[in-house]
């Protein structure tokens, strides 16, 4: 069945410092959405990628669709404390309306 | 109401007793999924609305998880006969339209199976 895997699961981080979340599909995906959820809170929508390729920017965070829809990334550059959190990517393949989350990947921002 | 509402936020059940968990989405939002999310994982799919219909309950564990959404606004998740397993923290989310649109989480609902 369909599985959606990310990298790292933790990541610990000097504020300044760059990071990167890597998530892959083990099928081609037809969209992929990315979360943010603090601890103690609930998911909250960053971005969609729907283009093969596609890369988009908000401030310091990028976003990369792989160019066979199966892999993504996310990359923050200069982390902030404020950028604590797991942020996972969630997948939806090209049948069905589910969507598969990422196990999440856990930032720790160390001021 | 200014986002997703889920209620109630806390919910400790003795095994073997039936739980009714309450999603009131966005007004207006015309998807809505339930999520079961455990402690450290990503939510886990449960099922899809578009409206009333149900189009989608690949997700739900067992016969015992029911969910309904009988105007197309409020939804209701109904676990019965609770088992330890089915502690989680179950979210609620709500979009404009259909998959392609992002999904607004309200708070959860936190289970706990004694």
């Known amino acids: 069945g369909q599985q959606v895997m990310q990298i790292p699961q933790y990541q610990h981080v000097q504020e300044g410092e760059d990071f990167t979340t890597y998530c892959n599909s083990s099928?081609?995906?037809?969209?992929i959405q990315w979360y943010k959820q603090r601890p103690g809170g609930h998911p909250v929508f960053l971005i969609q990628?729907?283009?093969?390729?596609e890369v988009k920017k908000q401030k310091r965070l990028t976003f990369q669709f792989g160019e066979a829809k199966k892999n993504s990334s996310l990359h923050i550059t200069a982390t902030q404390t404020t950028d604590v959190g797991t942020y996972f990517c969630?997948?939806?393949?090209?049948?069905?309306?589910?969507?598969?989350f990422g196990t999440g990947t856990s930032l720790t921002v160390i001021p | 109401g200014a986002g997703v509402s889920q209620s109630p936020r806390y919910k400790v059940a003795k095994r073997g007793q039936d739980v009714a968990l309450r999603c009131d989405p966005i007004?207006?939002?015309?998807?809505l999924f339930w999520y079961q999310q455990a402690l450290g994982q990503g939510p886990e799919f449960l099922t899809y609305?578009?409206?009333?219909?149900?189009?989608?309950k690949s997700g739900l564990p067992s016969d015992r998880f029911f969910a309904e959404r009988p105007e197309g606004s409020v939804s209701t998740l109904k676990i019965q006969r609770t088992q330890q397993e089915d502690s989680a923290v179950y979210l609620c989310?709500?979009?404009?339209?259909?998959?392609?649109?992002?999904?607004?989480f309200g708070p959860g609902t936190r289970l706990t199976v004694l």
């Open positions: 990628l729907v283009k093969s390729g």
């Open positions: 609305f578009q409206n009333e219909a149900q189009l989608d």
């Open positions: 099928t081609t995906l037809s969209n």
């Open positions: 969630a997948g939806r393949e090209n049948t069905g309306n589910q969507f598969y």
């Open positions: 007004s207006g939002h015309v998807s």
């Open positions: 989310a709500s979009s404009f339209a259909g998959p392609y649109n992002e999904q607004f």
